[in-house]
């Protein structure tokens, strides 16, 4: 997850308390100290903050819009989005869509709600210690990432804050993030091998479009 996708769960934390402030909001001020040192545009750090609060650069409330469709080479998608157009923003994505020879189509069948949370650890993490107690909060499967000082966890959506608390203490790991994302169906998972470049390259650029907003794809 990149700082800019950060800087939302930090505004919303603070929303109730300071609006959202980072010269208020530890949280939030810390994590656009480092979005600026990682180099990131000043104009996508303050959509960032804005999309945390709910509202738009120039004060309009965003609203949640969510468009399902199949992308070379047969990928389903899922993409969801905040804007403050929904009309403007569902027509720019429909182009989108079509310029990348894909098919606006129903997709949410092919993919489930789940609540995904990240915890740090400054030492390896071991798997089979850890298995009961992740169980135990309430979470449905787990796993180690990368170098094994990363654990990823799934857990229903509507407990998904809990669980992450929970397991942030019991565990004594730093909770790094926690979001509702959309998750494949295990029966709807193929395996693809030796995928062209080109047949990347239109998925890659509906993911890399900023004035769109997209989160989940």
């Not at 700082?3 to 603070?14: D, F, I, L």
């Not at 980072?22 to 545009?41: D, I, M």
């Not at 990928?75 to 720019?92: A, F, G, H, L, P």
């Amino acid at each position: 997850m990149t700082r800019s996708r950060k800087m939302p769960q930090g505004a919303r934390k603070g929303r109730n308390e300071n609006g959202g402030d980072a010269t208020t909001n530890s949280e939030l001020s810390t994590l656009v100290a480092q979005a600026k040192k990682a180099g990131l545009p000043k104009d996508l750090i303050e959509r960032a903050i804005a999309k945390g609060k709910g509202i738009s650069l120039n004060g309009d409330p965003l609203q949640n819009l969510t468009v399902e469709a199949m992308l070379p080479p047969s990928v389903s998608t899922i993409i969801e989005c905040q804007t403050d157009n929904k009309k403007r923003t569902m027509e720019d994505l429909r182009l989108l869509v079509k310029e990348a020879g894909g098919t606006v189509t129903p997709t949410s069948h092919l993919f489930e709600r789940r609540g995904h949370i990240i915890l740090k650890s400054d030492q390896v993490l071991e798997e089979e210690r850890m298995l009961d107690q992740v169980l135990d909060a309430g979470a449905l499967d787990m796993e180690l990432k990368g170098d094994r000082k990363s654990l990823s966890v799934y857990t229903k959506p509507n407990e998904t804050a809990s669980v992450a608390r929970s397991l942030s203490a019991s565990l004594r790991l730093g909770l790094d993030s926690y979001e509702i994302i959309w998750v494949a169906r295990p029966e709807s998972v193929v395996e693809v091998e030796d995928v062209e470049e080109e047949a990347r390259l239109p998925l890659e650029e509906i993911i890399s479009t900023p004035q769109l907003h997209v989160s989940k794809l």
